[in-house]
């Protein structure tokens, strides 16, 4: 149990389009979905948290509105890389939990975006 | 802010060797330590955790004690095998309405038979 699903697991596209992922818990409620982002060698550093139906909150120095993430339901969250550049090429990482507070993080296998 | 420094890699051991990875945090408060691995091609997942002082996790021969007086939460085992051989993060916890991870740069560790 506990699985979370990401798609797609790798993209390349052009600087200046919008990519879209999608992270999915596939047998769980997820109350609270993170996104995070790690370059080479270097650890996972959160983007922002969402909750299910309500605004996400973004770490500081995240654009929100160049990664726009939505969470309709409680099995489905996505990131929007919008006008993608090459500095945004990077692993894109999301988790899931089913509660707020001290939940374990359920986490996807990760996509890798390269933007040329 | 919220910090966690851990062993730099890649460590390369041979199968049955004892393993030890350093973990050091900073954090104000009180937080719950973690660690997870990362096969190859997989998600994160937990290997274990410790929720206070002086606490142990375990998990699949894997141990770390959280050390409040050396804020310290070293993971170690004392005979690997060629299946362990993946990335591991150690990671501490902050709870501001979620629970929030901070992370370490992670160690890849290579298992030789």
């Known amino acids: 149990g506990a699985v979370v699903s990401q798609h797609p697991s790798w993209v390349i596209c052009k600087s200046g389009t919008s990519v879209k992922i999608e992270c999915r818990s596939l047998d769980f409620q997820a109350t609270t979905m993170f996104w995070y982002r790690q370059f080479p060698k270097q650890s996972l550093m959160l983007m922002a948290t969402s909750n299910e139906g309500s605004k996400a909150t973004y770490e500081q120095g995240v654009e929100k509105d160049k990664f726009l993430i939505n969470h309709a339901s409680l099995t489905l969250s996505t990131l929007t890389v919008t006008s993608a550049h090459p500095e945004d090429s990077s692993f894109y990482i999301c988790?899931?939990?089913?509660?707020?507070?001290?939940?374990?993080?359920?986490f996807g296998p990760g996509t890798r975006l390269t933007v040329t | 802010g919220d910090s966690v420094t851990q062993m730099e890699g890649p460590v390369t051991l041979s199968e049955e060797a004892f393993l030890t990875i350093n973990c050091t945090y900073t954090a104000t408060g009180y937080p719950s330590l973690f660690w997870y691995v990362q096969y190859p091609g997989e998600g994160l997942q937990l290997l274990l955790k410790?929720?206070?002082?002086?606490d142990k996790g375990s998990n699949k021969g894997f141990e770390a004690t959280y050390r409040k007086e050396t804020t310290s939460f070293h993971l170690e085992k004392g005979s690997v095998q060629v299946s362990d051989s993946a990335v591991y993060f150690c990671a501490l916890s902050v709870i501001q309405g979620a629970q929030k991870l901070v992370f370490g740069q992670g160690t890849r560790l290579t298992i030789n038979p």
């Open positions: 410790a929720t206070k002082a002086d």
């Open positions: 988790s899931a939990q089913g509660g707020t507070g001290f939940y374990e993080q359920y």
